[in-house]
């Protein structure tokens, strides 16, 4: 079955410090992936997309995430955090054929940012 | 930057009551999705609307739910009978295409079921 995990529930870092975000994927085929950033009360935005190609791909507000067939994953990194990236961040990946477009979400990091 | 929007932000209703949710996608877009997150799950997905027509649910989407584009701009979720384990996050989606198109996601309605 189709999956995505995020192993890490909660990760707190100070800020201007580096970031990491693990997610992993579990396709039968390369899926599309996708993260989202959901600030408390707010709703789901989206920070970067991997459909093909080059296996960087940058996102707004800073972010990137490298896609790593060998790993199945596709972690999301920011070199310096800041206290307004507070929130909580989904991995979500899609089939990448024709007859399903449902996302399939991971369990979510909430990311803290002391100062 | 175009945004989906949802409404009212929170809705209360009694159980076995009906509940209409309402989302205006963006106005190019053609798919429409909704999905909904439980307290502390994971984002599931529940329908996607193409053309006038269900194109995929999942086995949560059973026969209490319905979807609907009323006009050119609105899309809604109807509950039926309520149930207390209806109450989650509910998030409305829309992407220009299916293949290579992101899907943009509303800031949802907060469905409490008394």
Known sequence: AQSVTQPDIHITVSEGASLELRCNYSYGATPYLFWYVQSPGQGLQLLLKYFSGDTLVQGIKGFEAEFKRSQSSFNLRKPSVHWSDAAEYFCAGRYSGAGSYQLTFGKGTKLSVIP | EPEVTQTPSHQVTQMGQEVILRCVPISNHLYFYWYRQILGQKVEFLVSFYNNEISEKSEIFDDQFSVERPDGS??????????LEDSAMYFCASSFGQSNQPQHFGDGTRLSIL
């Open chain 2, 74 to 83: 609105n899309f809604t979720l109807k509950i039926r009978s309520t149930k």
